[in-house]
């Protein structure tokens, strides 16, 4: 049954279904708490009476919950929501590594290498935690959408240091072309195991296709057991000699030939990485579908198993044993009369005898010799490399960080350069190998380093209106820097030129440089006397002055109408040019009734005027409010004067305001004091 609409715990709404596995269906939900995406894992149906599936289910979440490394798929929470067990984890979107080798066939080999160091750290991690994943496949292995690896789906781990074991006849869990000979046995099975079946999966990657394959889960069982896989080398060449080894002895199937921990295993990665030709790991003798949802080996299968080992053990005749031994000895007589051409047994007992003392004479005179001349010298430590531990170096300059290493035998290779906003160009945004991990000097550190924010074109902003220039440079997610000169050839306010050019690439976050224009250099002017003109003519002489027009304000007065009757500043007063003056200007005086005694002696007054001022006019503009907060303070300037500012609710979307003026007028409105758009209006 689907859950995709039901919310669990009145907390996680599930959105749909992603995935389903052999004991659980992965569904994407929401989180209502803190509104984030989650995955959540829901035990089916069919399990939820199996007390031991219960079990191994929550002991998934207690064993995943306990980690936490970059390179395993975080868990979040775990619940019961009326009989529906469930767990939730990190949301990881990309593709399974199944998925993408089937899509891609084997890969390159240093994808791979890169990939197997990354599932090895999370493995590492969880051994030394105490716990063993015991299902390591290509489905339970995500890659994401920057290359990262997440280790998921802990469904049959358990605490390695727990006292619980397995028998034999209780059946094995576990995806059969993945599985360790131990576990196909069904002994005890520990960290190594999950060794055994990265190394499976390493040479699925390299390769294309898994070592063994056939009809049924018990036959690719027995060949775990006892056969052997197709050389690396005869299915891709390209493979270094060093890759092949490590993955051989990953896949051993004496248990004790293996890698004995995943740090070991990483190191010998790590050191492939650093030096693929001159790599070389220890000599190790190396042993010469479903393949999509976990597998259950039944009982009758496990018997069969067991029945076909036991049919390998069964002991020789007698006659065959003996016909064995006698030719060995002729091989050995045969050999030793090779290797010693003496004719009686006394010669050859007497050449060996001198050999062998002549051998320990001369080792322990050289050994005596060297420790007179150079008593701390070993010849353990002629070949022994120095070892360092790897520092955390994220987040730090990576100038800064060569600079700090320099003494040490270290080269810091930038593998790849990425965009990123929050992080400065320069900065070192993830590091492999990672922090305390153990590597040999001399060695590599291999690095990814931010470039800054997403690439951006530069627009053209000569010759723009600064303010509306600086808007649009943030709008770009760029900043703005700007610098103010004289220059008489381009209006007051405008821009001259910029850096970088129009047209060039540079990096969100970075800053646009704007030369701004102020005009030509100041200069004095006289202030004309105002007072007894007309509106228009007074806007004419401070035109004439160099002056800038103001406020005007109306007021009652025995003057004529539109008459000037006070300027702000006084006549003949020297001032710079682009001083700004306001005016005060008669708007008449309000009629008054006659005394009811007294005959009218001339006409009443007309009352006064309605209409705007002579020249004036009145234009309304609707504003649009932004959505994004629930209030906010618009500020219009009307020729560059502020004319309106009042903080308004959002609600109502659009803001109506009336404007007052003649001809054309600049408009600039803005939000919290942000420009946000500009207009221009003709009267």
């Known amino acids: 049954m689907s859950l995709v609409g039901k919310i669990l715990s009145n907390r996680y709404e599930i959105i749909e279904e992603i995935g389903n596995g052999g004991m659980a269906v992965v569904y994407k939900a929401r989180c209502r708490l803190l509104n984030r995406y989650v995955a959540i894992k829901v035990l089916r149906d069919e399990y939820k009476v199996d007390k031991e599936f219960v079990k191994r289910f929550n002991r998934e979440s207690q064993a995943a919950a306990s980690l936490s490394n970059p390179h395993i798929v975080s868990v979040y929470d775990v619940g019961n929501d009326n009989g529906i067990y469930y767990i939730v984890m990190e949301l990881v979107e ?144 390209t493979v270094p000699l060093g890759f092949v080894q490590i993955v051989e002895r990953a896949m051993q199937k004496d248990i004790n030939l293996r890698y004995q921990t995943a740090g070991e295993l990483w190191k010998d990665l790590m050191s492939l990485s650093q030096d693929p030709e001159l790599f070389e790991p220890d000599n190790v003798n190396a042993a010469i579908a479903d393949l999509g949802e976990t597998k259950l080996i039944t009982k009758d299968e496990r018997q069969e198993i067991k029945k ?14 003996s016909k064995k031994k006698d030719g060995k000895k002729k091989k050995k007589k045969s050999r030793f009369r090779d290797l010693f051409k003496a004719e009686t047994k006394q010669d050859k007992v007497a050449v060996t005898a001198a050999i062998v003392t002549s051998v320990i004479l001369f080792v322990a005179i050289l050994s005596i010799g060297i420790g007179i001349l150079f008593p701390n010298f070993s010849l353990g430590n002629l070949f022994k490399r120095e070892e360092f531990t790897v520092p955390d170096i994220v987040g730090q300059k990576l100038d800064d960080v060569k600079e700090q290493y320099k003494d040490k035998k270290i080269e810091f290779v930038v593998e790849e350069e990425l965009f990123d906003e929050e992080h400065e160009t320069g900065t070192i945004l993830s590091q492999n190998p990672e922090k305390d991990m153990t590597i040999k000097l001399p060695g590599k550190i291999k690095i990814t380093v931010s470039k800054g924010g997403k690439e951006v074109t530069v627009p053209r902003f000569i010759d723009k209106e600064y303010r509306q220039a600086v808007l649009e440079i943030n709008n770009l997610g760029l900043k703005a820097d ?29 800053t646009v440089t704007l030369t701004i224009s102020k005009g030509a250099e100041s200069e004095l002017t006289e202030v004309p006397n105002l007072v007894g003109m007309t509106t228009a003519q007074a ?21 004529p109408v539109d008459t000037v009757i006070s300027q702000t500043i006084k006549e003949k007063s020297e001032v710079n040019k682009k001083t700004e003056i306001s005016i005060t200007v008669s708007s008449g005086k309000t009629a008054t009734e006659p005394p009811k005694t007294q005959a009218p002696t001339h006409e009443p007054t007309k009352p006064p005027t309605t209409q705007a001022p002579s020249g004036q006019k009145k234009q309304t503009i609707n ?32 803001l109506s305001v009336t404007l007052t003026g003649e001809g054309k007028a600049d408009i600039l409105i803005y939000f919290d004091d ?5 207009k221009v209006i003709n009267f």
């Open 94 to 237: 990309g593709v399974t590594l199944k998925d993408y080798i089937q899509k891609n066939g084997m890969l390159p080999w240093r994808l791979a290498l890169k990939f197997s160091l990354q599932i090895c750290s999370a493995l590492d991690h969880a051994h030394k935690n105490g716990i063993v994943h015991r299902d390591i496949k290509p489905q339970n292995i995500i890659i994401t959408r920057d290359g990262t690896i997440k280790v998921t789906d802990f469904g049959i781990a358990r605490i390695s240091n727990s006292s619980e074991t397995r028998k034999i006849d209780e059946g094995i869990m576990g995806s059969v072309h993945y599985i360790s000979p131990e576990d196909a046995k069904g002994v005890l099975t520990d960290a190594r195991s999950d060794l055994y079946s990265l190394g499976v999966t390493m040479y699925e990657m390299l390769t294309g296709k898994v070592p063994y394959d056939g009809e049924s889960a018990v036959s690719i069982a027995i060949m775990h057991l006892q056969s052997n896989y197709t050389p690396i080398k005869e299915l891709n060449i």
């Open 308 to 321: 076909q080992i036991d049919d390998m053990k069964q002991p020789e005749a007698p006659a065959e044993k």
């Open 482 to 510: 700007t610098n103010f000169v004289v220059d008489d050839s381009v209006p007051e306010g405008y821009v001259i030129s910029q850096t970088p050019q129009p047209d060039s690439k540079t990096t969100q976050g970075s």
């Open 539 to 559: 806007k004419r002489a401070i035109s004439t002055a160099g002056l800038v027009l103001g406020s005007i304000i109306r007021q009652e007065s025995d003057q």
């Open 623 to 654: 504003i649009d409010l932004p959505t994004d907060r629930n209030s906010v303070r618009v500020r219009i300037e009307q020729d560059g004067k502020t004319v309106y500012n009042q903080t308004v609710n959002t609600s109502q979307k659009t």
């Open 674 to 678: 942000v420009l946000a758009r500009t």
